[in-house]
């Protein structure tokens, strides 16, 4: 009995061990992303934030994603987070129409090419004078 108990128990720490040079992640996946409100509204840019937390997944892109209608997906425009660690990005919205209401997300892409999306906020530029 103390025989098997010794080789269930090295070919489980055999197996641990090899998963985790593998890469293999053994604990869970997860990706969240936070739109945060956005300021600094003129009536051709304003600054947009959102929030990143993920554990156990490599992520390859992230920023906010903008459109005209409700829903907006990274086939819309675009704009990368600035270049600081996080969690939270700032991403300056630039080239905006006067006095039209916008629809943003922040959104992550990992490795596996899995994009997750955050809460919608919507806001409208300033009339240009």
């Known amino acids: 009995?103390?025989?098997?108990?010794?080789?269930?128990?090295?070919?489980?720490?055999?197996?641990?061990l090899l998963c985790g040079f593998a890469g293999i992640d053994t604990q869970q996946n997860k990706i969240s992303v936070n739109t945060g409100q956005v300021r600094d509204i003129t009536s051709t840019s304003a600054v947009g934030r959102y929030t990143l937390t993920f554990t156990g997944i490599p992520?390859?892109?992230?920023?906010?994603?903008?459109?005209?209608?409700?829903?907006?997906?990274?086939?819309?425009?675009?704009?990368?987070?600035d270049k600081s660690r996080g969690p939270a990005f700032d991403v300056q919205l630039t080239g905006l129409r006067p006095g039209v209401k916008f629809y943003i997300r922040g959104f992550v892409t990992d490795k596996a090419g899995v994009t997750v999306y955050g809460n919608e906020v919507s806001f409208s530029t300033t009339n240009s004078k």
Do not use: D, E, R, V
């Not at 103390?2 to 128990?9: A, D, E, P, R």
């Not at 992520?59 to 987070?81: D, E, F, V």
């Open 1 to 16: 009995m103390k025989n098997k108990m010794t080789i269930s128990l090295t070919a489980f720490l055999l197996f641990a």
């Open 59 to 81: 992520i390859t892109s992230h920023g906010i994603c903008l459109s005209l209608k409700p829903g907006p997906t990274t086939a819309n425009t675009i704009y990368h987070g």
